[in-house]
């Protein structure tokens, strides 16, 4: 038996919940808008995640096939503020993930010492920064850093548009993994694949 409040969404959901029940994105979501004059529309909604993919300040943004611009994105009151725009296409100018570990004893779930290899799994906070978007007009890439200017008529007045949000990982170190020379990256990538090949996620559901 569903709960009272969720019997219109049952109705409406029949044997597809996940058409109207988002089951992989349970962030919060920002709501799409669309201003003209006294008229708002709405153009759907996306999870912080998605935001950061499609729809970060001055973004081209496609709904139901059609370009929009994002000209403001409002964070507290989680508010996506949209105008028509010619059909030019923009990614993310992404910097690299920063990863706090959150190593006080309510965060550490497991640790394990082989030798002088430290493994833990434990809380960790990720932030995701972008810095810019890179634009394509008929083949022109232009890259605008922010803050955006404010003649191009979309605001973003900050140098970085951020998402934090807390997950879980483990955290490997050796402290031959900070010798000069030691191709850590490449290291990690062989870890990856190797974890992959043994359990059985997605690989776009692992970090």
């Known amino acids: 038996q569903a709960p009272r409040d969720l019997l219109s969404m049952k109705n409406e959901a029949k044997e597809r919940p996940n058409y109207t029940f ?13 201003v003209q004059g006294p008229t708002t529309s709405s153009l759907g909604s996306l999870s912080h995640a ?3 993919r499609e729809a970060y300040p001055g973004a081209i943004y496609y709904y139901a096939t059609l370009p929009y611009r994002v ?3 409002t964070v507290k009151t989680h508010q996506v503020q949209v105008r028509r725009e010619k059909r030019y296409t923009t990614r993310p100018n992404r910097l690299p993930d920063r990863v706090f570990p959150q190593l006080s004893a ?9 030798d002088r290899l430290a ?3 434990g809380n960790l906070l990720v932030r995701e920064s972008i810095n810019g978007m890179i634009e394509n007009r008929g083949g022109n890439e232009v890259t605008y850093l922010y803050p955006l200017p404010r003649e191009l008529g979309f605001f973003q007045d900050q140098p970085f548009f951020n998402r934090n949000y807390f997950t879980t990982g483990v955290m490997l170190t050796h402290p031959d ?13 062989a870890v990856f694949e190797a974890f992959l090949l043994n359990v059985p996620f997605e690989r776009g559901d692992i970090g």
């Open 106 to 114: 309510a965060g550490i779930h497991e640790a394990r010492q082989y």
């Open 119 to 121: 493994v833990v799994e």
């Open 71 to 73: 000209t403001r994105v």
């Open 177 to 189: 993994l900070a010798v000069e020379g030691v191709a850590a990256e490449t290291l990690a990538e």
């Open 22 to 34: 988002p089951l992989r994105e349970v962030e919060s979501q920002f709501r799409v808008e669309r």
């Open 50 to 52: 998605q935001l950061m």
